[in-house]
């Protein structure tokens, strides 16, 4: 397994997933050292993390992001043909795909990590050269949170996105259905519908804007722990190529 | 003698549709397998059926005595694969991607080295493989399949796309793999000149089916033919069947052609001069692959590649 892993980062190098993964996640900052610089009145953190940061991620990024990089994750072996060669390695293969699993879920909560720490920072730093720094106490505790809830509750969606992208060669297929994924999750937001929890880019939205988050969190959790071996055992099966 | 793969009713059906029927193939142990024929024939399909990433409807595969699908682990770690494209990861280097194939195999990366320069790329080793020509591509992807010294290294259509130099580097290195490496290689082709210079056995496959296999010396001269021009060319036809001959399709009224049988050229001609017919011309030909090639799979074969598709960076 430790082999798996080493080969499934090394794969990472020079790829554009870590610029996916590094970039993307500091629009919240990005946005907030604007609103701070060019804004007359000083906003308070609750405003730029509960309200700016959380949801922003929440209802767009997060389903987007993670689309793409479970997309990317699948053309790294169908663009260089290399399917043929890494399942007839020695290693189980639904080890490969448990691993290339295990690493989308890392690199979404490093993404989280970098959205909460780039608001956190972007706030404090264009605060202080501004002079407006943002009132209150920083919210490490809804970021902790938000993070955690985020990473659990997305579980099912990171499944069911890696699973399309690995299974079909056609990366239009995965981006179209994170699309949809999350045209949907808009929908009942906007709406303001409490039907469709069952829907799992729902239940990762609301883990992180509802009320009732803990409920969301477990719900995708479960789902995607069901979702888990279900994926293994059809991805190991096909004749990928 | 103990053969490399040996495959018993190995037949695979898709969506009803009968891909590979009933295939018993032999590949000994040592040398070079050419398996042989036209696009689609299925010869992609029964190499990813030895190598485990197929399974199929029915019968078995056996690696070096092994059932496969008892030991599939421990039996493909000794393979070496290049199938379809080369299968490198363009983004890393060449020798990132051997690492890479070392770390899955457990494999001592100094030998990097030793297949590194078996196929003379130590120099690029350190470019991202898309600054690589397909051929240098092809060329590090079998260095990959070389990790290790596989006992069975098996080669997918190795030279498609190559240029005629880049061809030629590649077979010269097919050749010298049994000897130098120690491997037996299955190797696929639509070209009958690339088979018939590198493979000591082959291997014909027609829709899916084996009709022809064994080593290539026998298969090439099986049935001698001969070819006669005589004064009364319609009567020497009567003759010629009269004493028992097989007229050969490739027979025509200025060039009588018949398969042999058991007699020798020499009793052949002796009847026609006996039969007071002026033999102008008596040659014997050997049946060849090529003849093999149209008589098995009804279709001309072709011996180079038709178009030059070299990627220059």
Redesign the interface.
Same mark, same amino acid.
């Not at chain 1, 663009?79 to 189980?92: A, E, N």
């Given at each position: 397994m430790i082999? %798996?892993i080493? $080969?499934e980062l #090394?794969?990472l !190098?020079? %790829?554009l997933i870590l610029l996916l993964v590094a970039i993307p996640p500091l629009l919240p900052g990005a946005i907030i050292a604007l609103a701070i610089a060019t804004n007359e009145g000083v906003p308070s953190w609750e405003q730029l993390v509960g309200r700016l940061t959380i949801p922003l991620w929440a209802m767009f990024l997060n389903p987007t992001l993670l689309a793409t990089v479970a997309t990317l994750m699948g053309q790294?072996e169908y !663009? =260089?043909? =290399?399917? %043929?060669?890494?399942? $007839? +390695?020695? +290693?189980?293969r639904w080890q490969l795909f448990l691993t290339k699993l295990g690493i989308l879920w890392v690199l979404h909560a490093m993404m989280l990590v970098l959205a909460i720490a780039g608001a956190i920072l972007a706030g404090a730093c264009i605060g202080h050269l501004t002079g407006r720094v943002p009132t209150g106490t920083i919210p490490w505790a809804e970021g902790i949170r938000f993070v955690a809830h985020m990473s659990l509750g997305s579980l099912a969606i990171l499944c069911i996105q890696l699973w399309v992208a690995l299974r079909w060669n056609n990366f239009v297929i995965s981006l179209a259905l994170g699309i949809a994924g999350t045209l949907v999750q808009l929908a009942v937001l906007i709406t303001g519908s409490d039907q469709a929890g069952w829907f799992p880019w729902v239940m990762a939205m609301r883990s992180a804007l509802s009320e009732n988050g803990a409920e969301n969190v477990r719900a995708g959790l479960a789902l995607g722990l069901v979702l888990v071996p279900v994926m293994l055992f059809d991805l190991q #099966?096909r004749?990928l190529? | 003698m103990t053969a490399a793969i040996r495959t018993e009713g190995l037949s695979l059906s898709l969506g009803g549709r009968a891909i590979v029927r009933n295939v018993d193939m032999t590949v000994p142990d040592g040398g070079v397998y050419g398996f042989l024929g036209p696009n689609g024939a299925g010869k992609s399909t029964i190499m990813r059926l030895i190598v485990g990433l197929l399974r199929p409807s029915a019968g078995t595969v056996s690696l070096f005595g092994e059932n496969l699908a008892q030991r599939p682990r421990a039996l493909l770690g000794q393979v070496g694969i290049l199938i379809e494209s080369h299968g490198l990861y363009e983004h890393l280097t060449g020798r990132e991607n051997l690492l890479l194939a070392c770390r899955l195999r457990g494999i001592d990366r100094r030998d990097i080295g030793r297949v590194l320069d078996a196929v003379a790329m130590h120099r690029a080793a350190d470019r991202a493989v898309k600054t690589y020509s397909l051929g240098m591509k092809q060329r590090t992807a079998l260095a990959r399949a070389l990790l290790g010294r596989p006992r069975l290294v098996v080669l997918d259509e190795p030279t498609n796309g190559l240029d005629p130099e880049g061809i030629m580097a590649m077979r010269d290195l097919i050749r010298e793999l049994p000897a130098r490496f120690g491997a037996t290689v299955l190797l696929s082709s639509h070209l009958l000149g690339e088979v018939q210079e590198v493979a000591d056995h082959i291997g014909l496959l027609r829709q899916g089916e084996l009709v022809a296999e064994g080593p290539l010396r026998a298969l090439s001269e099986t049935e001698p033919l001969i070819a006669i021009s005589t004064d009364r060319q319609a009567e020497a036809r009567t003759a010629l069947l009269a004493l028992g001959l097989e007229e050969d399709r490739d027979s025509a009224e200025e060039r009588l052609v018949f398969r042999m049988g058991r007699l020798t050229a020499a009793q052949i001609n002796r009847s026609l001069v006996e039969g007071g017919f002026a033999v102008s011309a008596l040659a014997q030909e050997s049946r060849g692959l090529e003849r093999l090639y149209r008589d098995k799979l009804g279709s001309q074969p072709s011996f180079e590649a038709h178009s030059v598709q070299e990627n220059r960076p």
């Open positions: 082999a %798996s080493e $080969v #090394r794969k !190098r020079g %790829s790294i !663009r =260089s043909g =290399s399917w %043929s060669f890494m399942l $007839v +390695q020695p +290693q189980p #099966r004749a190529k | -």
